[in-house]
């Protein structure tokens, strides 16, 4: 049974960082591409993030330079650093697994940006 459980959602102000991680079971978690994807109310569901089994990254325009996406296989963890959040940040943040066919996704983990 394949799982993504995402941890690490919350309520920070603007200015400060997040570390969501989302822990992998039930698939060969190192030979998945892995992303990090996010929701607002009212909004599609956008990529935010993904990174390749070989390492290779890559953002969206609006967190480069803020958000930083890494994995450790030997966890099986998928991780997104978060820091200078901003207001429009605010979504449920999804963790995906991805190779060949198949295509899996988290609950989601809630992040807040609010004064």
């Known amino acids: 049974q394949v799982q993504l459980v995402e941890s690490g959602g919350g309520l920070v102000q603007p200015g400060g960082s997040l570390r969501p991680s989302c822990a992998a079971s039930g698939i060969a978690f190192s030979i998945y591409g892995m992303g990090w994807y996010r929701q607002a109310p009212g909004n599609q569901r956008e990529l935010v993030a993904n990174?390749?089994?070989?390492?290779?990254?890559n953002y969206i325009d609006n967190v480069k330079g803020r958000f930083t996406i890494s994995r450790d296989n030997a966890k099986n963890t998928l991780y997104l650093q978060m820091n200078s959040l901003k207001p429009e940040d605010t979504a449920v943040y999804y963790c995906?697994?991805?190779?060949?066919?198949?295509?899996?996704w988290g609950q989601g983990t809630q992040v807040t940006v609010s004064a």
């Open positions: 995906n697994a991805y190779w060949l066919h198949l295509n899996y």
């Open positions: 990174i390749t089994r070989s390492g290779s990254t």
